[in-house]
């Protein structure tokens, strides 16, 4: 059996991803498990859709009750094989499994900063209880390896999504009348949570140097931390009325159904499934090349891939797709092709195959 340990209250784009990973592993009757924290959305998820969920309360890294629960569950349910998708999970496991339990450790990493150089961080990072590093991006791969981590335990395996989830266009003209946008208005979407790194600040700074004259408005759909601090520079920057920050929604299929542009200004992102989304529903993309961005996105054939930061050339990618229908079906067509690449059913068999090379046919229940 397969035990998935995420320590996320919140359900982000790493959550989706775990969710879509147990969904695919089940259709080849792989036995799994999900450890998370109680009452959580993916506990939720899980258990609305008949996935094994053991709830454990993991208060931070260093939780003894926590790694000890987990150590006993290992013992208890005969698991073969622990996966990791969060920092904290990750230590976690690490205290749960050294020098008791020979189960192999798999860790996904969906972060682009560089693990910290202290005593603590060297012994996560490098400990021989780790057999290999899930990174969803080469960008990550590249940062690993630059901390010293063997590149022959790291194995990129890119984040993917269901495009069928966006084979057909969401009803969306209800969004239209609740968010008072005019008909003929051209709708440029940012999908992320409102914190520092997804910086939206650098994209109001765009948006406030935009010149088209074509009527548009900028939806931030996300909530977080930064949101009166946002508002305040789209007030101070006289773009106040072009801007619609629509709080936390859960309809995306719709939203990206309402949108003509699709932006993410990011400064650090794994890979950044918004985007894959949004190519996925047939959308031109201006964006950074922010940690793992690039990687998805081919400049000047369905996105304007722009530096870190720079709201001019943001301003002037948007500038050029607001001001032209034929440039923005042009790119939106090439990103719907190019988007199969990332397919979350290659995600589920590229880590199925990792999963195989330590356990055999075992993986499959055999001797369980």
Known sequence: MILHINTSREWRGGEQQLYYLVQGLANFKIPQMVVGQPNSPLETKC??????????????????????????????????????????????????????????????????????????????????????????????????????????RIITVYSGIDLKRFSKSAPHEYLREEFHIPKKCIVIGNVAALVDHKDQETLLSAIAKMRTNVDFRLMIVGDGKLENKLKNQANQLGIKDKVIFTGYRKDIPALLSLFNIFTLTSKEEGLGTSVLDAMASGLPIVATNGGGIGEMLDHNEGAYVCSVGDSESIAQGLDKLVGSEELRTKFGTFNKTSVKRFSVTKTVEKTKLIYYSFLGDSLYGEGT
Not at 51 to 78: H, Q, T, V
Not at 103 to 122: A, E, N, Q, T, W
């Open 47 to 152: 258990k609305e859709n008949g996935y094994d969920f053991f709830p454990i309360e993991m208060r931070g890294e260093w939780d003894r009750k926590a790694y000890k629960n987990i150590r006993s569950l290992c013992i208890s349910k005969n698991i073969k094989l622990i996966h990791t998708h969060t920092a904290h999970a990750h230590t976690l496991a690490l205290l749960a499994k050294r020098s008791h339990l020979s189960i192999p450790l798999i860790v996904s990493r969906r972060v682009d900063f560089k693990p910290k150089s202290s005593f603590f961080s060297r012994w996560k990072y490098q400990h021989p209880a780790n057999d290999y590093y899930l990174p969803v991006s080469q960008k990550i791969k590249e940062i690993m390896i630059g901390s010293k981590i063997a590149p022959e």
